[in-house]
C-alpha cells in the first residue's frame, strides 16, 4: 500500500512515498510552466526589471526550506488520513488504476470516486499550501 521510491532531493537521495514522490513532480512542472510563460511574455530586460522589484524573489535557501517545510506537512497530512483515503490515494497514484478501476473495487460510480479523490486533493493540497 505505502510503495517507497527514490528521489533526489536537494541533493540526496531520500526514500518517500510515492503519492509524495508525484506531488513533487507535478509541483515541479507546474513551476517549469510558469516560468516558461513568464519568459514567453517579457523581455530578458523585461524580466529582470519585473523581478528587481519584487520583494518575493526567492533566495536559494529560502527555497529550499520551504520545500521542506511543505514536503514535512505533506507527509502528516497522508499520514492523518483514514485508511479508505491512503488507500485510494494508494490505487490511484502507486498502482496507477484507473477511476473505473476503483470504482469496481470498491463498489461505487466513477463519480463518486472522482469526488473523493477531488476532496482528499484539496485537503493534501491545503496542507501544504
Known sequence: ????????YNGEQVSVPKEVADFLEQDRKREQAQEKQV???LSKSEFETVLSGLDCVRHPVEGAALRN???ENLRGAIAELDAQGQNLLSLRCSDALTMDEISQIYGISRMAVSKRLKKLHKKLGSSVS
Not at 1 to 8: A, F, G, H, W
Open 1 to 8: 500500500m505505502n510503495d517507497n521510491v527514490v528521489i533526489v
Open 39 to 41: 519568459a514567453r511574455h
Open 69 to 71: 517545510l511543505r514536503l
